[in-house]
């Protein structure tokens, strides 16, 4: 409970409510379009072919073809 506290995402809508710069509503209008994104990203990573293992390592260091 104590580090749920400390969430950055907790503190920062805190923050922002008490500055009047937005409202719980607005807030839950962002956390359901993130859920909404998050989702989408979800559904197609799961719906996407695995890829091809000698593309593992490509271009995991900058600059690597």
């Known amino acids: 409970e104590q ?4 969430d ?4 920062f809508h805190k923050k922002l409510v008490d ?3 937005m409202d719980d509503e607005q807030w ?6 993130v859920a909404a ?3 989408d990203a979800t559904k197609f990573s799961d ?7 000698a593309e ?3 271009n995991v260091y900058s600059g690597q073809a």
């Open 8 to 11: 950055p995402i907790v503190t």
């Open 3 to 6: 580090m749920k506290a400390r």
């Open 19 to 21: 500055a009047g710069m």
């Open 56 to 58: 593992l390592f490509h």
């Open 28 to 33: 839950q209008a962002i956390e359901a379009d």
């Open 37 to 39: 994104e998050v989702e």
């Open 47 to 53: 719906e996407s072919a695995d890829p091809d293992p």
